[in-house]
């Protein structure tokens, strides 16, 4: 009994690629056994990392990692019987299955989570061995932004980004005549307090938007090296100009419009306004590194 994955190779053929039933039942027994660890994070409490704003990027990243290595797959043309490097899937998966029972019995969510890589590298490795983890290692690789981030090692970075945010907030808002003082990572303008958290402007945050940045680069894939390393050394002040740009907004939608404004439907509508800054910011620096070096992307190259 096999099951057929097509996918088109041409705008005028298509191809299709036979997988055997047990290729459906590796990944049937992958989504099972980290099923209720998915269920346990969306959860409220501190327990459900995901529930958490700071942590909420977690299922973003696992749904494009997913999809993205769902398209690679159907570019996939070379599977080999026996697949290449397949005895490699076995110590793989042996370090996998150790990080998930270490992380579940122990209730490290770091190890639990994180064990999903090594695992879906070695059910790949198991279905087309090395060509085909070669052919998904971005996705793969990709799905470690959805691992919670432990608070011991970014705490202090986090600390040292919105420090400097707030201090550039309340520089800017003082130029425009605002009354505004900043007292660490806490912003006073008018009657209001605004406390800089780590969802707003943290490491967290910079964390997401730096995938979110590399998604774009691998996406897009430019044929120029230059132009895909200048846009990598760039995300980083991109996310952390869309960060200031987020807390901006907040603390002049709060003078402005008052407290409940601030904290309600307009405090998630920054969120919408941080990842707008961000994108805008990265696609508009692409188009001026594509006006300087005139190159083209791959697909055009070879179109």
Known sequence: MTAVISSVTSQTSTRKVVWPMDVLALFMGLAALYAPTVYGLFQEGSAGLWHQGEHSHGPVML?????????????????AHPPKGQWLAWPVLALGAALFIAGRSLGIIYFEVGSYIPMCAAVILLVGGTPLLQHLKFPVFFSLFMVPLPGFLLDPISHFIKERISM??????WAFDYPI????????????????????????TLFMLEAMGIFYLNVVKHSSWMRNIGLALLIIPISFTANMIRVLVLTLITYHFGDEAGQGFLHGFAGIVLFASAMLLMIGLDSLFRMISFTKPVEEVRA
């Open 168 to 173: 550039l907030v309340a520089d800017l808002l």
């Open 181 to 204: 003082a900043r007292t660490g990572v806490v912003l006073s303008i008018g009657p209001y307090q605004l406390l800089v958290a780590d969802a707003c402007a943290g490491m967290r």
């Open 63 to 79: 749904t494009l990692s997913i999809w993205l290595m769902h398209k690679r797959w159907q570019d996939f043309d070379n599977l």
